[in-house]
């Protein structure tokens, strides 16, 4: 499940999603977006290694769930933040910083394990700090793609960052495998650090333009602008509705792509190859579905298609623990179309917001989306801890797809949500009339 902007608000809906006009893009954008696309391989890789680690080292429902946790809790505590920072400074320099840091810190972690001194709260402890970067990084990144690309590029580029996912997904688990059979964990690790420096070098050689910030009378506070970019979600009740949707299905599915690899070595008894040959299907088929919305304009309303799809993917969640414990390959099946359908659901979620939402404000809004994340994760893990203690890894499965497939299927009886960017099209026509 993805990755999901009152009166007051004086400038925005006077704004385009593409406030600065672009010429000869495709260089800078194509590097910086490949340099990224290397760096957050090299993450995905090191989150498998991780993750492994702890299943391999614990095999305990509880620890893969506190990773969870210490994964998600700190993009809700600092992803306000984050968001202010990047519609205020230079989306470009928050971008290094923030991988600098990752990228130090998995040092310190890589010279752990050499040494031979690793523990779990050294685990907890690196991944707390990814997350607490991502929730500076991320509204950063996602707020500079209207700056970077034309208008009528967003959904293409939304459809190659789904591609880009799939292949993460593909390419983490088989090349983690492979890693730690060729190298100890911490020779694994270190690809991570050269991947961030991959990703960082071309922000040096390319600048990302930044929109002109709102005209306020004085200077408000990074708080003041926090709250703006709550007030302007919150005031607009299709946005609200899609945000509340998305905590709740965050809250039922998320607990299980955190416990696959229990799933795998408990209840279909695999190991290691069967987590990565799992993944990589799943990777597949988000591929799969990012090129199927590049070729076919798939002939349904926008926010149905989103809804429609979400609902496919979490529906086969549940399939893929339904499964027969002998029949492995029927498992990886329904993973493959829960890939795709997430991806035929994610690409034109994110295209919807960052049309519908004035640049100026994405940082904000769109970091108040990775809050609700960072919120309802955690939330997910702390009853999926206890339920697959109890009944099992496979019951967290069944029973948080079935309910969050049924949770996207309701979405579609609000009408606010059904008409969100017709609304918005409308308020900012009426916005851009001049006063009597």
Known sequence: MPAFRE?????????SPQPIELTN????????????AVSLVGSALTQFVLVWWVTQHTGSAGALATA?????????LFSPLGGAVADRFSRRLIMILSDAITAACMLVLILLFAAGSIQLWHIYSLMAVRAIMHAFQRPAAAASTA??????????????????????????APLGAL??????TQGALSIDLVTALLGILPLFFFKIPQPKPQAHTGQPSLLHDMLEGARYVLHRRGLLVLYSLTGLVVLTVMPCFVLTPLLVTGYFQGG???VAVMEAFAGVGIILGGLLLGVWKIPLHRVALIMISFAISCGTVALTALAPPGMFYLAVFWWF?????????NAPMFALLQAVIPNEMQGRTLALLSMVFGIAGPLGMALAGPIGETLGVRMVFILGGAVSAVLNLLALLFPSLWNLERDTLAERAAAALPAD
Request: without cysteine.
């Open 25 to 36: 893009w495709k260089p800078r954008f194509f590097a910086i977006w490949g340099g990224q």
């Open 147 to 172: 700056n970077l690309v034309p208008a009528d590029w967003l959904q293409r580029v939304a459809g190659m960052n789904q591609a880009l996912e799939g292949l993460m997904t593909i390419a983490a």
């Open 272 to 274: 290691v190859s069967q």
């Open 68 to 76: 969870g946790v210490m994964s998600m809790l700190p993009v809700a």
């Open 7 to 15: 009166r007051g608000y004086n400038s925005g809906m006077n704004s």
């Open 179 to 184: 890693a730690l059979a060729a190298l100890p």
């Open 337 to 345: 179309v829960s890939g795709v359908s997430y991806s035929t659901g």
